[in-house]
C-alpha cells in the first residue's frame, strides 16, 4: 500500500513537472521579440517623411518615425514577421537610400525635386 502511495505522488509530481514545463515553453514560443533600430535613411522633406513612413506601414512593424532633420528613422519591429534587411528594403522601393540598400536609379528619379537628395543640395 505504502509503495502504491509513493508511485501515486511519483506521478503526480512528475505530470506536474510536464505540465509546468509544457506551460513554459508555449508562453516562451508566443512572446514575440520586439526590437527598437535607429536605421539613416535619406531624404528631405516632409513629403519623403510621409513616404517613409506609410511605406512602414507593414505588417510586423509597430512604429515608424523619421527625423528630417538627423535622417534617422526609429522603428519598433517584430522580429519574428520581418527582418530588420526586408525595412531597408521596404525604404529603398520607394526611393529612399539607407545605410544597408540603395534605392533603384529609376525609383529616386521619379521622386519630386524637392525629395532628391543625390543630386541636390537642399540645406
Not at 517613409?52 to 519574428?80: C, F, M, P, Q
Request: aromatic letters at 8%; one cysteine or more; glycine letters at 2%.
Amino acid at each position: 500500500m505504502f509503495k502504491l502511495l509513493l508511485l501515486d505522488l511519483y506521478l503526480m509530481k512528475t505530470k506536474i513537472i510536464i505540465l509546468i514545463i509544457s506551460c513554459y515553453s508555449i508562453s516562451s514560443f508566443a512572446q514575440s521579440k520586439t526590437i527598437t533600430a535607429s536605421i539613416k535613411v535619406y531624404g528631405n522633406c516632409l513629403m519623403c517623411k510621409n513616404r517613409i513612413e506609410t511605406a512602414l506601414d507593414h505588417k510586423g512593424i509597430k512604429k515608424a518615425v523619421w527625423d528630417t532633420r538627423t535622417k534617422e528613422l526609429l522603428v519598433v519591429y517584430n522580429s519574428s514577421k520581418i527582418s530588420e534587411l526586408e525595412i531597408h528594403e521596404i525604404i529603398a522601393s520607394v526611393g529612399h537610400d539607407t545605410d544597408k540598400v540603395k534605392a533603384k536609379d529609376e525609383v529616386y528619379s521619379s521622386l519630386p525635386f524637392c525629395c532628391l537628395y543625390r543630386d541636390h543640395d537642399h540645406e
